[in-house]
């Protein structure tokens, strides 16, 4: 069993990543680490655990998530999605880790209206966008043994994400308006934490960008009445376009990422958005601080 480290098990992806683990039984191995036992920009810190921990593998979940935040908070945006990579990318090379890092379907503009393959060239519109594209870069350059995978609208019975959200404003009875005219597909932490420990454990996660996504496109809206319905919620929810919301942060129009590659390389399994959305809402953890 390889030791594996994983970096930001505070966020959604690293608590799902130790949900699997514990189901599985395979925590013992794994090591993970939460920005508050360490920062991922702290090299002292990081490199004082790699000598300790030997890593043949580590997780790079650790990131500056917050879109719109980080139009304002670009210093720490970059610091955080690029400098921390860097130093973690470094790591890898110095010990012989096998650097996973995640990435984000935001790299894109948005001006395709077919799913973005891992051979098309980022455009990313905003600052989130931006220091993610750049953190693939210095991983790039720093490690070797390298993969980047990019997931799209995740989410988690933890942390702060679009479905809990939704539910939040569904119990308080608040009207919901949501855009319909950006397209992407939704992937939830659960299915990313999965095909990681998965691809992992027997030795399979290939080198290069790939994207880990489902199966089904949706708007931000449909995606709402989704999550509404399989809920058992009630909700008015109304649908506008992006003009009638206006954001500090651009968003892609059509961010959806084709799987195909993931699949054909790791045999993977993948399933429709919808049914990774019903498995997770039948989660208790989902329900326990709504």
Partial sequence: MKTVLVL??????GMSISKVLCE???KNKWLLFSRKEVDITDPEKLKMIFEQAKPEVVVNCGAYTNVEKAEDERSEAFRVNVQGTEIVARLCQQYGSHFIHISTDYVFDGRKNVPYEETDVPNPINWYGYTKWAGERVAINNAENLTILRVSGLYSPWRKNFVKTMINLAIKRREMR?????????????????????TIENDIVPRGIYHLTNDGITSWYD????????SGLRANIVPIRTHEFPTKAKRPAYSVLSNRKWKETTGAKTIHWEEDLYNVLRMPEMWENV
């Avoid at 995606?223 to 399989?230: D, G, H, T």
């Fill in 178 to 198: 949501v855009v319909y005219d950006q397209i992407h597909c939704p992937v939830s932490a659960l299915f990313v934490a999965n095909e990681l420990v998965r």
């Fill in 223 to 230: 995606f709402a009445r989704k999550i509404i319905e399989l």
């Fill in 8 to 13: 930001g098990s505070g966020g959604q992806l």
């Fill in 24 to 26: 599985k039984g395979y």
